[in-house]
């Protein structure tokens, strides 16, 4: 009697050596970045412009009628008010916000592999967009004010021992001239537009800590008040650019509204994460 030799179940793909994973992974997110838009936006609304004229009218003017008496009223605080707003004022740097989530992008870089199920790539695809869209939206705008503002070389209030709103020192690359924009204001807005375009519940939680933020710069005495406008007219529109960017390639916002796509449920992503567990075993 013949033996029938039954097929063998395909075992899933073996995953593949940490480091090519993790090129192979950079590389698909840069194409995804990078391609061409996939679909038409929204056109931007004459009020979008509007707004970003008044805000620039609004750092011209304060410059000549605010800057000076804000800088007065600050440095005449009581000791007890001012000192708190030293250690509150940390919390407005762009690393609180961007190396959790480079951290975040490198494990997902690592991590993802053939070698899962495609319902977890799936999920974990989501995950990378969404964060990467974060890091972006806060990175970038920061970036662009850390050169800038080294460039126009505006000095903070009190350098040279007295409040000069338009001494500058362009190309001088010193912090002391380092005042406009407001680096802490720009990622503090951007952090404000961007997590709450992904999470619009957090919004007036972040708007909260936006112009508190900005609102202790001012008291520290590092920046005027046209320094903090500047940055977070950076910071929005540098936030609203790059969801706008993300949209238009359909990665998690629809192009029609430029609302975020829904999160993974959480009982999804707890899911992933177990699976991505038992395949490093």
């Not at 395909?10 to 997110?29: G, K, M, T």
């Not at 053939?114 to 939206?137: E, H, I, M, N, Q």
Request: net charge positive.
């Amino acid at each position: 009697m013949t033996k029938v030799r039954s097929n063998p179940v395909p075992s899933a793909p073996a995953a593949a050596p940490l480091p090519q994973r993790f090129a192979a992974n950079a590389a698909r997110a840069l194409l995804a970045l990078t391609r061409a838009p996939r679909a038409k936006l929204p056109r931007l609304r004459a009020r979008a412009f509007a707004a970003v004229l008044l805000a620039i009218a609004a750092v011209i003017a304060s410059m000549f009628f605010l800057d000076v008496a804000a800088s007065d009223w600050a440095r005449n605080l009581p000791r007890w008010f001012v000192e708190p707003f030293y250690t509150i004022t940390r919390f407005g740097l762009s690393g609180w916000f961007l190396y959790p989530l480079g951290t975040i992008l490198l494990a997902l870089a690592a991590t993802v592999s053939a070698a899962l199920p495609r319902f977890t790539r799936g999920v974990l695809a989501a995950l990378s967009v969404r964060c990467g869209f974060l890091f972006l939206a806060i990175g970038a705008p920061g970036l662009f004010v850390t050169i800038v503002k080294r460039l126009i070389g505006r000095a903070r209030p009190f350098v040279g021992g007295h409040d000069d709103p338009f001494l500058y020192a362009p190309f001088i690359w010193r912090p002391a001239y380092a005042a406009m924009p407001s680096g802490h204001a720009t990622a503090a807005v951007a952090a404000a537009i961007a997590i709450g375009a992904v999470w619009p519940e957090s919004r007036w939680v972040m708007w909260v800590y936006a112009l508190i933020i900005t609102f202790s710069r001012v008291v520290v005495l590092a920046h005027h008040p046209s320094d903090v406008i500047a940055g977070a007219l950076v910071g929005a529109v540098g936030a609203l650019g790059v969801r706008r960017y993300f949209a238009a390639r359909r990665l998690g916002f629809c192009p029609g509204d430029l609302e975020a796509y829904p999160w993974p449920p959480f009982r999804r992503i707890a899911a992933a994460l177990r699976q991505v567990a038992v395949s490093r075993r």
